[in-house]
């Protein structure tokens, strides 16, 4: 059954209404560049509010490993995404550490997951690749890339344009392990909007339900 997990968390109230939806994983950004960037102290606020949820994701992106370790451990992070050129030593240093840690790869054409064997992580997250930006984009890359590999169903996080529209589509089509949103369910960047978000899970978990019946 395919997880879900809302991206780009800055507000409690949003954070809640993900949860009580039905959301498996709740990201916050702490990448300075991002403009779905939460300060810790505002992370601390919400984290506390949400104590009984387990399955946190703190964003980075080419940070020093003492900074992302600091705030890990200041928020009790046990899920750390790297969403940069982290190497394969950079990301099992982490996971040395007892981190789960999810490494994002960028898709924009068959060379993108070259790399993809020397990573030894919890899960992958794929993206779409743009020149302008990391993510968020709002822009879903081309599918047909990553049909029928053996990793998808089991480790992916995809991500990249999703949104209420063509969740279900690829849900069928990809059957990852998750799927990760954010700009698809805001009404501006970092703020989720209600109904979208509402008919983002309704559509996802429909899915679910018709995959549920099947088996």
């Not at 969403?83 to 789960?100: S, V």
């Not at 993809?116 to 890339?145: P, Q």
């Not at 990249?160 to 990852?176: F, H, S």
């Not at 805001?186 to 339900?209: C, H, N, T």
């Amino acid at each position: 059954m395919t997880r879900v997990k809302i991206c780009g968390n800055t507000n409690y109230e949003q954070a809640r209404l993900a949860v009580e939806l039905g959301a498996d994983y709740l990201g916050f950004i702490f990448v300075p560049s991002s403009k779905r960037v939460i300060t810790i102290e505002r992370a601390e606020e919400i984290l506390a509010k949400l104590s009984d949820f387990p399955n946190i994701v703190g964003v980075f992106c080419n940070q020093p490993k003492k900074e992302v370790e600091q705030i890990a451990t200041r928020l009790g992070l046990k899920f750390l995404q790297f969403h940069g050129e982290e190497t394969a030593l950079y990301c099992d240093a982490f996971m040395q550490k007892g981190f789960e840690v999810i490494k994002t790869f960028h898709v924009k054409d068959a060379m993108s997951l070259k790399r993809i064997d020397e990573y030894n992580v919890s899960a992958f997250l794929f993206d779409t690749y743009t020149h302008s930006e990391k993510g968020g984009s709002g822009i879903a890359f081309d599918w047909r890339l990553i049909e029928d590999k053996p990793y998808v169903h089991d480790k992916l996080f995809l991500a990249g344009g999703l949104n209420p529209e063509n969740v279900a589509k690829a849900i069928e089509k990809i059957q990852p392990f998750a799927v990760d949103v954010a700009s698809g369910v805001e009404s501006a960047p970092g703020i989720k909007d209600p109904k979208r978000l509402q008919a983002f899970f309704k559509m996802a978990q429909g899915v679910k339900r018709d995959y549920e019946r099947k088996t």
